[in-house]
């Protein structure tokens, strides 16, 4: 059965600390990984990972996938306030279909 | 435009009741889905539809019965629901089912529902 597992599932931290996400998975017909954000409403996009030991950056986030052992991370360096949320990886097969994992609460302190 | 709407934005229904979800997106995606989010857990694929075709039911009650009148709309007819089926009801859409372009899906911000 294809599933999604996320660790922490929940985490606090103070403002200004790095925080590593982690997420594995088992599938079939994988063909993309995703991370999102969700704060209170819907979850916004934040990386697609397709190929191994790309990095991916945005600001203060980023993201890396190994396929050869089924797992992504998802770096926050410099955490603000504005970070708290619950942050979603899913991964996509090949028919289009999207499956989440549990995802990783996260809490940063002033 | 690039956003997905969805309409309405709360919604209270008993369970006699029929009512429809709608959502709406116009940067000409051509998969579009339908989740449903309890709280504190992460959104359930109910369908998807590409190329205006239903492509997946993650086995779904008959109660709930999709519906994609063109590329651009999605709605989801509601019938006899159970108090259990209220949720956070989200529409999401991508641009290419099945192509090799960046694919990341954009959601709506969902339709809370509460059957009583």
């Known amino acids: 059965e294809d599933k999604v597992v996320q660790s922490p599932l929940s985490l606090v931290v103070h403002e200004g600390d790095t925080v590593t996400l982690n997420c594995s998975y088992e599938v079939t017909n994988f063909r993309s990984l995703l991370w999102y954000k969700q704060e209170k409403k819907a979850p916004t996009f934040l990386f697609m990972l397709t190929s191994s030991g790309i990095e991916k950056k945005s600001g203060r986030l980023s993201s890396i996938l190994d396929k050869k052992e089924l797992f992504s991370i998802l770096n926050i360096t410099a955490t603000q306030t504005g970070d708290s949320a619950v942050y979603l990886c899913a991964y996509k097969t090949s028919y289009d279909k999207v499956i989440f994992g549990p995802g990783t609460s996260l809490s940063v302190i002033p | 435009d690039t956003e997905v709407t969805q309409t309405p934005k709360h919604l209270v229904m008993g369970m006699t009741n029929k009512k429809s979800l709608k959502c709406e997106q116009h940067m000409g995606h051509r998969a579009m889905y339908w989740y449903k989010q309890k709280a504190k857990k992460p959104p359930e694929l109910m369908f998807v539809?590409?190329?205006?075709?239903?492509?997946i039911n993650e086995s779904v009650p008959s109660r709930f019965s999709p519906e994609c009148p063109n590329s651009s709309l999605l709605n989801l007819h509601l019938h006899a629901l159970q108090p259990e089926d209220s949720a956070l009801y989200l529409c999401a859409s991508s641009q290419d089912p099945s192509g090799t372009s960046s694919n990341e899906q954009f959601f709506g911000p969902g339709t809370r529902l509460t059957v009583l």
């Open positions: 539809y590409s190329y205006e075709k239903l492509s």
